[in-house]
């Protein structure tokens, strides 16, 4: 068999596998393919907002438009995990709101509009309300309005700012090795107190006052 003769068999073979796990048919050509560069990420009332954002942030955080969750939240529990996974995957927050050099996560926004008031939507706003929850990520739900206004969004993002400066680096579980999620103390002799507890509980009784 002549080099080239082998070099065109295992191409076939190379090209078969990728056709396989349907990667590209033969037929693909950059022009072939339907795919267009869109004129922005965001939509026209998207983009309104964006820059009204921009502004009333002042340089101190930097904004990332439409992140998947998966890349904002880790998963805790090993056994739920694929469970937990799929219920965040192909979901995506408006804007996420980071710390400018690290890229840690202060909090998120997302535009509300009209759609949100049904009754699917409804549903899956409550989830994701609650997956933020849990991560203790603060979401800040805005409506779509004609006009966003500078001073009022920096009203409204201010105290967010105040409390992820105040958000430490969480602990990790001695017995888990993940970090440690903070909580207050609903009843007891440690009423309205904050501490650290795993992410596991109640299986796991690890704990870390915060004074
Ligand atoms: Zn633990």
Redesign the pocket.
């Known amino acids: 068999m002549t080099q080239s003769r082998q070099a065109k068999n295992s191409e076939g073979c190379l090209s078969l596998i990728f056709k396989l796990f349907g990667l590209f048919g033969d037929e693909d050509t950059a022009t072939s393919l339907p795919y267009r560069r869109r004129d922005s990420i965001l939509t026209a009332p998207e983009r309104e907002f964006y820059l009204v954002l921009l502004k009333a942030l002042e340089d101190k955080a930097m904004v990332i438009p439409k992140v998947g969750l998966q890349d904002v939240f880790f998963i805790t529990d090993k056994e739920k995990y694929q469970t937990a996974r799929n219920r965040i995957a192909q979901r995506h927050v408006d804007f996420l709101i980071c710390e400018n050099h690290t890229l840690r996560p202060l909090f998120a926004i997302e535009l509300d509009d009209r759609s949100h008031n049904e009754a699917t939507h409804q549903k899956r706003d409550a989830f994701k309300n609650l997956v933020f929850e849990a991560a203790l990520l603060p979401l800040i739900r805005v409506p779509v309005k004609h006009k966003f206004d500078v001073d009022a969004l920096q009203k409204l993002l201010t105290p967010h700012f105040d409390q992820a400066e105040k958000t430490d680096v969480p602990p990790v579980?001695p017995?888990?090795k993940i970090p440690m999620v903070r909580k207050t103390a609903r009843h007891g002799d440690f009423k309205g107190k904050d501490f650290w507890s795993?992410p596991?509980y109640p299986t796991?009784k690890?704990l870390i006052n915060i004074e």
């Open positions: 579980c017995n888990h795993c596991n796991c690890e």
